[in-house]
């Protein structure tokens, strides 16, 4: 069955600290990823997405993802967090149609 | 602003006893979804329309229906609500395709008595 894991279930980082988030995708043909944000209280919101062409994708306040399709991951990172990224971020694929299959997230705990 | 909202945002329900949950979007968007999401874990896709078209997943319970209208609204339905039917309940929309974005609402958390 299509699915998505996330490795990290909880991640504390200071401020300024590099983040790099795990996310591995189940081969099923054409994937297209995605990284949500759940911030506390909040609904979940799309960081970036990724579809085709440069495997390095741009995302909403400084988040990158970078898709290595030989190692059917989609890992997120940020070089420095702010207080404010602490969130829950969710990682998810589409395969053949909309159904969007999600990871099991991880709760990101940044210290000021 | 166009959004996806859910009412309500909290909902106390007894063990067997039917419970409606509603969303409605200004996107205009042709298809929508329900996702149960417990605590710690992925949200898992319920079902969703195509437009007017149901799709349900495979091992979605049978005591979970939803209904369709219109367009801008759509209802999760739960027949005889079990204790571990507590979660929390997502709502979102998307245009047609697999490249879409999905918007989700705030969610509904359930909590059965």
């Known amino acids: 069955a299509q699915s998505v894991s996330q490795h990290n279930h909880h991640v504390i980082l200071s401020e300024a600290a590099s983040l790099e988030l795990g996310c591995n995708y189940s081969?099923?043909?054409?994937?297209?990823l995605f990284w949500y944000v759940q911030y506390p209280g909040q609904h979940l919101q799309l960081l970036l997405k990724y579809f085709s062409g440069d495997p390095l994708v741009k995302g909403i306040k400084g988040f990158e993802a970078e898709f290595i399709k030989s190692k059917f991951s989609f890992n997120l990172r940020k070089p420095s967090v702010q207080w404010s990224d602490t969130a829950e971020y969710f990682c998810a694929a589409t395969y053949n149609n909309n159904d969007m299959r999600f990871g099991a997230g991880t709760r990101l705990t940044v210290k000021p | 602003d166009a959004m996806v909202i859910q009412n309500p945002r909290y909902q106390v329900t007894q063990f067997g006893k039917p419970v409606t949950l509603s969303c409605s979007q200004t996107l205009n968007h042709n298809v929508m979804y329900w996702y149960q999401q417990k605590s710690s874990q992925a949200p898992k896709l319920l079902f969703h329309?195509?437009?007017?078209?149901?799709?349900n997943e495979a091992d979605t319970p049978d005591n979970f229906q939803s209904r369709r209208p219109n367009t801008s609204f759509c209802f999760l339905d739960i027949r005889s609500p079990g204790l571990g039917d507590a979660a929390m309940y997502l709502c979102?929309?998307?245009?047609?395709?697999?490249?879409?974005?999905?918007?989700f609402g705030p969610g509904t958390r359930l909590l059965v008595l």
């Open positions: 081969y099923g043909g054409t994937v297209n």
């Open positions: 329309y195509y437009d007017k078209d149901f799709n």
């Open positions: 979102a929309t998307s245009r047609v395709g697999r490249q879409e974005t999905q918007y």
